[in-house]
């Protein structure tokens, strides 16, 4: 069921399952999501529910078209594209995240490396924040480089990972930092 899996999906199937399950052909795409409707009530489901990012992937057939204009917007859709492309998410109320592009190597590098440093994110349990944390607040905040400010700004949306943050920072800089990032505008806010 769409609104209730965890895991990454593969909605028209995988090379590593067996041929016939695969969604490859005008058929097996019309049998999915209109003779059979398996697929459109999975994603129907999985829309109302989830977040959903879509990675490596158009929006360009038709039926995903209608479903994604159709279906009523409760969950917020992201997609990852590469910078200056003129596609039209939001047409399918879908939030474009670009990427740049490589000039040299694997052009698509900048987003391999964005997914890998995102697993590894989610796979950190508290000692690995904890120990994280404690070698970034140790430096001086004006010599963070964006990827540990973002990690930190990130932390203070956690109050687990706010309080390691709390407990290792030393340096009054810190205070000015949080308050350069309007962290702190919310202690200020009147009502």
Known sequence: LGRDFNGII?????????????????EDFGQAYLTDGWATRFLADLFSSYTVLFIGY??????????????????????????????????????????PLKDIGNKYQELTDAVNSW??????????HAARIKGITGQDPKNLNK??????????????LTRIFVHYVKDFKWLEWLEEKRVVDPLFSYY
């Open 58 to 99: 158009s929006h360009g057939d038709p039926i995903m078209q209608y479903l994604g204009r159709g279906l009523p917007l409760t969950s917020p859709r992201y997609a990852l594209d590469k910078q200056g492309s003129d596609s039209n998410w939001n047409l399918f109320n879908i939030v474009p995240i670009n990427f």
């Open 10 to 26: 593969y909605l028209h199937g995988s090379v590593e399952q067996a041929p016939q399950k695969l969604i490859l052909t005008d």
């Open 147 to 160: 990827h540990e400010e973002d990690y930190i700004l990130y932390c203070l949306k956690d109050f687990r």
């Open 119 to 128: 697993g590894s994110l989610i796979q950190m349990d508290y000692v690995d």
